[in-house]
C-alpha cells in the first residue's frame, strides 16, 4: 500500500520538474498562475521605480511604434493607461515591425502617458523600462523568461500642438 505522503510527495516532485521546464520566452499554460501586470519603470539617480512618461507641453497626439521583438510568447497585452485607457495589442511579441498606433488627443501640458504590459508569469519577474525624455522614449519589455530586456521595443513620440 503507498502512503498518502509518498503520494503527496510524489505529486509535488512532478509539479517542480513541471515548473523547471518553463524556460525562455514562452507563456506558461493558462491557469499556471494569475497575469502579471508590468508597470512602467524609469531609473534616477540610479534608482529605478514606477514612472509615466510626462508630457511637457499640449500634444495632438502621440504614437506608439513596434521597434522589435524577440519573444515567443502568447498573450503580452500592450494597454494605455493614460491620458486615455486603450488596448494596443493582446498579443505585443507576434506584432509586425513597425507597426504604428496613434493615440489621438489633444492632451494637455503637464499630463502623462503611461503604458502597462499584462503577460503570463514565467521564471522571472517582467520588467517595461522607459528611457528618454519629452516628446521621445524607447521602452523596452522583458517578459522574465530570458534577461536580454528586449522582448519588445516600443518607441513613443508625442507631437506637440502647434
Not at 19 to 34: H, Q
Request: hydrophobic share 40%; charged share 15%.
Amino acid at each position: 500500500m503507498i502512503s498518502r505522503t509518498l503520494v503527496a510527495a510524489a505529486g509535488a516532485v512532478g509539479l517542480l520538474a513541471l515548473c523547471a521546464c518553463k524556460t525562455g520566452d514562452y507563456a506558461t499554460a493558462p491557469g499556471d498562475g494569475p497575469a502579471v501586470v508590468t508597470q512602467l519603470t524609469c531609473t534616477q539617480n540610479g534608482v529605478p521605480g514606477a514612472c509615466t512618461l510626462p508630457v511637457e507641453a499640449a500634444i495632438t497626439s502621440f504614437d506608439v511604434i513596434m521597434a522589435g521583438s524577440s519573444c515567443a510568447a502568447t498573450n503580452d497585452r500592450l494597454r494605455i493607461v493614460s491620458p486615455t485607457t486603450d488596448d494596443l495589442t493582446s498579443d505585443a511579441c507576434h506584432v509586425p515591425m513597425n507597426k504604428k498606433w496613434t493615440i489621438s488627443g489633444p492632451y494637455a501640458g503637464g499630463s502623462a502617458i503611461n503604458i502597462q504590459m499584462l503577460s503570463s508569469q514565467l521564471e522571472r519577474t517582467p520588467i517595461l523600462q522607459a528611457t528618454g525624455q519629452y516628446p521621445q522614449w524607447t521602452l523596452t519589455f522583458e517578459d522574465g523568461g530570458d534577461a536580454d530586456i528586449n522582448d519588445v521595443v516600443l518607441t513613443v513620440t508625442a507631437h506637440p500642438a502647434s
